[in-house]
Every structure is written in structure tokens, then in C-alpha cells.
């Protein structure tokens, strides 16, 4: 499976998002994270489906999504959603998970679920056939800048196993937190074939984003 870069556009400079989107193009990723938070399910507030929107209608490349939210399927209707584009719910904050991934599935995107680090892995048994795309959180979801939380190297490895072995091999293993030049290698070895670039490779402090794609590419390889 290819392995894709989605840039996390809440790292990127937030008064020219414009001109961030332009460079991200520029330097070759291939998704544009866009995290979604709602100061309820995560301490935080992040991007808004206007927003979402906006730039949906500013840029070809695929929009990866993702609900850090109690209510995703509220704000399904409001997302302009396209062809390509993924849809990532919190399966913590859902009580019908699986209504709601075949929602995502309905309205024409790929169907995500992410997964805090303290949930375990069986709790997915049951949707993987609703599932396009798994995204394993590396750090607790809600800021950038955070520690990998060390065990997320093994569910990363556990989950490629599980989907393998339950003939979901072509469903996407996502990683999202702490994804840094040094992590990447691991996960990567591990299974993983998206990474979520944030302030620990592409965004980093000091590096154009030339140098941080650059160094990310290397470290995918
Ligand atoms: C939240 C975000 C952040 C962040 C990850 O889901 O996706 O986790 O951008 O990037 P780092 O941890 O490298 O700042
Ligand atoms: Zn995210």
C-alpha cells in the first residue's frame, strides 16, 4: 500500500491558510488532516465545518477529517463532503459507531475510526467490515506538540495483524500524534501507512517545509 502524508493543517500557520495550502501542495502531501474539536470530548477547539468547507472548495487534494466531537453524526450534514475525502469519527464519543461509519460511507467518503491509546483494539472487532480507515492515536487526542504514549508502537503492529488476519488487508492503518523522524521509522515498520505530520516532523520549529517533507519521506521509506 502506498504510504501518505496527511499534513495536519492545525500546525500550519493559521492567519495565511491560504498560502499554507499552496505550499503543502507545492512539497507533495498527500492528505490534508483537518482536526475537528468541539472543547467537550477533547480539551480544545479546532476547525469548523465552514471551514472545512472552504477549503474543500480551495484545494484538489484529499481531505482527511477528523471528529474529536460527542455528536459526529450532527455534523455530518454540514461537511461538503468529496470523492476521496475521509471522515474519521472518535469511537469513545459514539455510541453508534456503526450507524454513523456507514453514514460516512453513505454520504461518499471514506469511513474512518480513531481510537484513543487507552482503548483497546477488541472494541473494533465488530466494525471492521464499516471501516476504511483506522486511525490509532499515539498521543490523548486535543494538542499538538505531545510525547508518544510508548505502547502505541505495539497496537500499531497488533492492529496490521488483526486486519490482515480478518482479510481486511487493504484497509488503511493511520497514526496521529508525535509522529516524528524518529517514531515515523517504527511505525512505519510496524504497519502503519499514513502518517500524520504535525510539530514533530513537517511542521517542526526551524525546518522549511521543503526540509521537514523531505526528512518525512526519507524517514517513510
Ligand atoms: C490531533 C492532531 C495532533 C497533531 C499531531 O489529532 O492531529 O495530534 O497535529 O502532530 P504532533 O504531535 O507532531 O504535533
Ligand atoms: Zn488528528
Known amino acids: 500500500m502506498k504510504r501518505l502524508v496527511s499534513a495536519s493543517l492545525m500546525c500550519a500557520d493559521l492567519l495565511n491558510l491560504r498560502a499554507s495550502l499552496r505550499q503543502l501542495e507545492e512539497v507533495g502531501v498527500d492528505w490534508l ?15 469548523f465545518p465552514d471551514l472545512i468547507n472552504a477549503i474543500a472548495g480551495e484545494t484538489s487534494l484529499p ?6 466531537v460527542t455528536d459526529a453524526l450532527m455534523m455530518l450534514p454540514r461537511l461538503k463532503l468529496r470523492k476521496g475525502d475521509a ?8 455510541v453508534h459507531a456503526q450507524r454513523a461509519l456507514a453514514a460516512v460511507r453513505e454520504a461518499g467518503a471514506i469511513p474512518g475510526l480513531a481510537l484513543n491509546p487507552g482503548t483497546p483494539l477488541v472494541m473494533l472487532e465488530e466494525l471492521l467490515p464499516d ?4 486511525l490509532l492515536m499515539s498521543v490523548n487526542p486535543g494538542y499538538a506538540g505531545q510525547k508518544l504514549v510508548p505502547q502505541s508502537i505495539g497496537k500499531i503492529a497488533r492492529a496490521r495483524a488483526m486486519l490482515d488476519g480478518a482479510g481486511y488487508a487493504a484497509t ?5 500524534g ?6 515515523v521509522p517504527r511505525m ?12 514533530s516532523s513537517l ?6 517545509l521543503q526540509e521537514g517533507m523531505a526528512r518525512l519521506r526519507a524517514a517513510m521509506a
Open 63 to 68: 481531505l482527511d477529517i477528523h471528529l474529536m
Open 131 to 134: 471501516v476504511e480507515l483506522l
Open 188 to 199: 512505519v515498520a510496524a504497519g502503519a501507512d499514513v502518517i500524520v505530520a504535525g510539530t
Open 178 to 183: 508525535n509522529c516524528s523522524f524518529d517514531n
Open 87 to 94: 471522515l474519521t469519527i472518535s469511537l469513545e464519543s459514539t
Open 33 to 47: 488532516h483537518c482536526d475537528v474539536m468541539d472543547g467537550h470530548f477533547v480539551p480544545n477547539w479546532m476547525m
Open 203 to 208: 511542521f517542526m520549529k526551524g525546518l522549511s
Open 172 to 176: 488503511r492503518l493511520a497514526v496521529d
